[in-house]
């Protein structure tokens, strides 16, 4: 087998049972790896029966086929299981150092099911492999579990994936750390870990003399070649020159502009004096001390930092990401950029999701806001913007579910349903919605509504299609203006099949925004393993792996009534006015794509100047260009002076057409009324197994959703 290994590593930890499952090639063709290798993992194990928090579920760990071939952004990992946070599907996607390294010690992923009667962990040494007591290790933080369990084993090359307090103790969004700032967040996962009292994951490989690697690529030399290839791209690509300057939170200034930055719990449009206090520019010139990488990776998108004195001191580490920045900062009107990184550290030690912590907390600000909650249910916490002593002194009490920190480690939608208002909690499906406003670019309410997870933006490539920073024409489907119905849902289900072969390739979005071909994917993916797919039966494995997870929401009672957004998020803000500018900032998007694919911009020395150039000039203004660009357009001061005067045609427009992009989206899908999808539909893509599952639960009432 080549790409894989064919092996995935069973643990049982009820009964301490360590045993090799070997896969049959034919699964790895139809599933490929990844999530959507677990997924179907966890369908033929029936995970949709087991209690999220109970030993049942299968808590999946899985690497992709490209996971030890070298090429950037291959060194991720996929995590899986029944979410507690949700009740349904999840998934989350690490980066870091572990995955090429699991593949390298001859594993393609781990299945862990059972639960400890004390705490262990599980120690990877190639095909030795063994579960520890974890006693001593229990209450530590993860960076703490980090460099000790290392020096426990003699083996300072180990790599850890562990679980902080957070999912020790089962906070519902606790999530899994490896690289100290590399997380699989998401979903609640972490607290799955420690449902099983599993408090780590060790690994480490090492041939013996005259060994080869336990993972074989079908043409080496072609892989060596592309990887050659690519590298030299990313070096004078202005996405990784972008990225590389300044991280992921680039886009603090390029959101502000769109109006796409979620601000006081996603009330305010506009909010210039935090975007110039927390942006990736202003943090790149104060705190930061140097750049990160995941292995392999030359993009190095991750920000490492120190904050010296003052209240807010903190030795050298990861920084915030563009997510924890605006979910930290601007979500609760925070503009201190060393209490947010303070925050984010926090979060990182303790294993929390950063994304549902600000969501949960920015719902308490507003609940306390409005008398909803009060000193005497908080135990005397008073909630309020701009309160970073307050977010600060709460991480380790969410983690150890103290006091009312109890209440929040709940999630929103459960701390909602409480104590009351429900339109305060930014959630679909019970995870907390992503920085990313669906007013901006309307397919992201697609995006939010129809992952099968849940609120998400990171498994389609509908936020980067929108703002003109990836071309999914080359897949068959143009892309369509920003706030226009038509078109959106085609666009959303091409974009979908991008984020289901990133999931199951296991390949980092960055990195293919940087290389832009879904071709080169592919080209990836044959070489490794010989699978030889054409672009249509790679896309139909991308539908399969969708197809699949939806089914599994389904088994688990998610339905039609679940694929909704909150009225806050779909219709016009409620302070401050929204530029609708994203048209401008794709246009310019579009323009230097367009360019880069002319003879002209392959020319290397054009690529690097502008590389240069996006960096040290067009990124920091990037914020004043676009709001100069509005004022000369006619269509946008237009807009600007009706929504001013709360003009009730204008508002309507700028309300998202909601119902017309579901419905179009079911009809393309093939979804029944009950949002289940066809029978047809699913054995097309060879899921008939899920489709009598599915016609199995009718009549039960667990597929009784209402339309």
């Given at each position: 087998?080549?790409?894989?290994?064919?092996?995935?590593l069973?643990?049982?930890?009820?009964?301490?049972?360590?045993?090799?499952?070997?896969?049959?090639?034919?699964?790895?063709r139809?599933?490929?790896?990844?999530?959507?290798?677990?997924?179907?993992?966890?369908?033929?194990?029936?995970?949709?029966l087991?209690?999220?928090?109970?030993?049942?579920?299968?808590?999946?760990?899985?690497?992709?086929?490209?996971?030890a071939?070298?090429?950037?952004g291959?060194?991720?990992?996929?995590?899986?299981?029944?979410?507690?946070?949700?009740?349904?599907?999840?998934?989350?996607?690490?980066?870091?150092?572990?995955?090429?390294?699991?593949?390298?010690a001859?594993?393609?992923?781990?299945v862990?099911?059972?639960?400890?009667?004390?705490?262990?962990?599980?120690?990877?040494?190639?095909?030795?492999?063994?579960?520890?007591?974890?006693s001593?290790?229990?209450?530590?933080?993860?960076?703490e579990?980090?460099?000790r369990?290392?020096?426990?084993?003699?083996?300072?090359?180990?790599?850890?994936?562990?679980i902080?307090?957070?999912?020790?103790?089962?906070?519902?969004?606790?999530?899994?750390?490896?690289?100290?700032?590399?997380?699989a967040?998401?979903?609640?996962?972490?607290a799955?870990?420690?449902?099983?009292?599993?408090?780590?994951?060790a690994v480490?490989?090492?041939?013996?003399?005259?060994?080869?690697?336990p993972?074989?690529?079908?043409?080496?030399?072609?892989?060596?070649?592309?990887?050659?290839?690519?590298?030299?791209?990313?070096r004078?690509?202005?996405?990784?020159?972008?990225?590389?300057a300044?991280?992921?939170?680039?886009?603090?200034?390029?959101?502000?502009?769109?109006?796409?930055?979620?601000?006081?719990?996603?009330?305010?449009?506009?909010?210039?004096?935090?975007?110039?206090?927390?942006?990736g520019?202003?943090?790149?010139?104060?705190?930061?001390?140097?750049v990160?990488?995941?292995?392999?990776?030359?993009?190095?998108?991750?920000?490492?930092?120190?904050?010296s004195?003052?209240p807010?001191?903190?030795?050298?580490?990861p920084?915030?990401?563009?997510?924890?920045?605006?979910?930290?900062?601007?979500?609760?009107?925070?503009?201190?950029?060393?209490?947010?990184?303070?925050?984010?550290?926090?979060?990182?030690?303790?294993?929390?999701?950063?994304?549902?912590?600000?969501?949960?907390?920015?719902?308490?600000?507003?609940?306390?806001?409005?008398?909803?909650?009060?000193?005497?249910?908080?135990?005397?916490?008073?909630?309020?913007?701009?309160?970073?002593d307050?977010?600060i002194?709460?991480?380790?009490?969410?983690?150890?579910?103290?006091?009312?920190?109890n209440?929040?480690?709940?999630?929103?939608?459960?701390?909602?349903?409480?104590?009351?208002?429900?339109?305060?909690?930014?959630?679909?499906?019970?995870?907390?919605?992503?920085?990313?406003?669906?007013?901006?670019?309307?397919?992201?309410?697609l995006?939010?509504?129809?992952?099968?997870?849940?609120?998400?933006?990171?498994?389609?490539?509908?936020?980067?299609?929108?703002?003109?920073a990836?071309?999914?024409?080359?897949?068959?489907?143009?892309?369509?203006?920003a706030?226009?119905?038509?078109?959106k849902?085609?666009?959303?289900?091409?974009?979908?099949?991008?984020?289901?072969?990133?999931?199951?390739?296991?390949?980092?979005?960055?990195?293919?925004?940087c290389?832009?071909?879904?071709?080169?994917?592919?080209?990836?993916?044959?070489?490794?393993?010989?699978?030889?797919?054409?672009?249509?039966?790679?896309?139909?494995?991308?539908?399969?792996?969708?197809?699949?997870?939806?089914?599994?929401?389904?088994?688990?009672?998610?339905?039609?009534?679940?694929?909704?957004?909150?009225?806050r998020?779909?219709?016009?803000?409620?302070?401050?006015?929204?530029?609708?500018?994203?048209?401008?900032?794709?246009?310019m998007?579009?323009?230097?794509?367009?360019?880069?694919?002319?003879?002209?911009?392959?020319?290397?020395?054009?690529?690097?100047?502008l590389?240069?150039?996006?960096?040290?000039?067009?990124?920091?203004?990037?914020?004043?260009?676009?709001?100069?660009?509005?004022?000369?357009?006619?269509?946008?001061?237009?807009?600007?002076?009706r929504?001013?005067?709360?003009?009730?045609e204008?508002?309507?427009?700028r309300?998202?057409?909601?119902?017309?992009?579901?419905?179009?989206y079911?009809?393309?899908?093939?979804?029944?009324?009950?949002?289940?999808?066809?029978?047809?539909?699913?054995?097309?893509?060879?899921l008939?197994?899920?489709?009598?599952?599915?016609?199995?639960?009718?009549?039960?009432?667990?597929?009784a959703?209402?339309?």
């Amino acid at each position: 087998m080549n790409g894989n290994t064919g092996k995935i590593l069973e643990v049982n930890l009820s009964t301490g049972a360590l045993s090799t499952r070997e896969l049959p090639e034919a699964v790895y063709r139809d599933f490929l790896g990844g999530s959507a290798l677990a997924a179907k993992i966890f369908f033929d194990r029936k995970g949709w029966l087991a209690d999220p928090l109970g030993p049942d579920n299968p808590l999946i760990v899985m690497t992709g086929p490209l996971a030890a071939t070298g090429l950037p952004g291959a060194s991720r990992l996929e995590v899986c299981g029944r979410s507690p946070l949700t009740g349904i599907w999840g998934e989350a996607s690490m980066g870091g150092h572990f995955a090429p390294d699991l593949k390298r010690a001859g594993w393609d992923g781990i299945v862990v099911t059972g639960a400890s009667a004390k705490p262990v962990f599980l120690w990877v040494r190639n095909d030795q492999v063994e579960l520890r007591d974890a006693s001593g290790l229990w209450g530590l933080d993860s960076y703490e579990t980090e460099t000790r369990l290392p020096e426990l084993l003699g083996e300072k090359r180990a790599k850890v994936m562990s679980i902080g307090p957070a999912g020790e103790n089962r906070v519902r969004y606790a999530g899994i750390v490896n690289d100290r700032g590399s997380l699989a967040a998401r979903c609640g996962l972490g607290a799955v870990m420690g449902s099983k009292q599993l408090k780590a994951i060790a690994v480490s490989h090492r041939l013996k003399t005259g060994a080869t690697s336990p993972v074989a690529f079908a043409d080496e030399e072609g892989m060596k070649a592309l990887r050659q290839e690519i590298e030299e791209r990313i070096r004078s690509d202005v996405t990784a020159a972008s990225l590389r300057a300044y991280g992921s939170n680039m886009h603090m200034q390029l959101g502000m502009a769109i109006s796409d930055i979620p601000t006081q719990n996603w009330r305010q449009a506009l909010w210039e004096e935090g975007m110039e206090a927390l942006s990736g520019m202003t943090l790149r010139t104060t705190i930061q001390t140097k750049v990160h990488a995941c292995a392999g990776c030359p993009v190095a998108c991750k920000r490492i930092v120190k904050v010296s004195e003052g209240p807010y001191a903190m030795a050298e580490g990861p920084g915030p990401e563009y997510e924890g920045a605006a979910s930290l900062g601007t979500m609760l009107k925070i503009d201190n950029l060393p209490a947010v990184a303070k925050a984010n550290e926090l979060a990182n030690r303790m294993g929390l999701d950063v994304i549902s912590l600000g969501g949960t907390l920015a719902w308490a600000i507003e609940a306390f806001e409005n008398g909803v909650l009060d000193a005497a249910k908080t135990g005397g916490i008073e909630f309020g913007w701009n309160r970073p002593d307050v977010l600060i002194a709460l991480i380790p009490q969410i983690a150890r579910r103290q006091g009312f920190g109890n209440e929040l480690a709940e999630g929103v939608k459960r701390a909602a349903e409480k104590f009351g208002g429900a339109e305060y909690a930014i959630q679909v499906k019970g995870l907390e919605a992503p920085m990313h406003d669906p007013r901006a670019m309307w397919s992201m309410a697609l995006s939010y509504a129809t992952n099968p997870r849940g609120a998400c933006h990171t498994k389609d490539v509908n936020l980067e299609t929108e703002i003109g920073a990836f071309d999914v024409a080359q897949i068959g489907v143009e892309p369509t203006p920003a706030h226009s119905a038509l078109g959106k849902a085609a666009q959303t289900i091409a974009t979908q099949q991008v984020g289901q072969l990133l999931g199951s390739s296991v390949m980092c979005v960055y990195v293919i925004l940087c290389f832009q071909r879904v071709e080169d994917l592919r080209r990836m993916v044959n070489l490794a393993t010989g699978f030889n797919y054409s672009m249509d039966e790679f896309l139909r494995g991308a539908d399969r792996s969708w197809y699949l997870k939806r089914a599994l929401g389904n088994l688990m009672g998610m339905g039609r009534r679940d694929d909704y957004l909150p009225a806050r998020i779909l219709t016009p803000h409620l302070e401050g006015h929204a530029t609708q500018l994203t048209p401008l900032l794709a246009g310019m998007n579009r323009a230097t794509l367009k360019l880069l694919n002319t003879p002209l911009g392959r020319n290397q020395r054009l690529r690097e100047w502008l590389a240069r150039y996006t960096e040290k000039s067009a990124l920091p203004s990037m914020f004043k260009n676009i709001m100069l660009m509005g004022k000369f357009s006619p269509r946008a001061r237009a807009a600007g002076r009706r929504i001013r005067r709360r003009d009730v045609e204008e508002l309507r427009r700028r309300t998202v057409n909601f119902d017309y992009l579901l419905e179009d989206y079911y009809r393309l899908r093939e979804l029944d009324s009950n949002g289940v999808p066809k029978p047809e539909r699913l054995r097309s893509l060879g899921l008939s197994e899920v489709s009598e599952a599915l016609v199995s639960l009718r009549g039960t009432g667990i597929l009784a959703c209402q339309p």
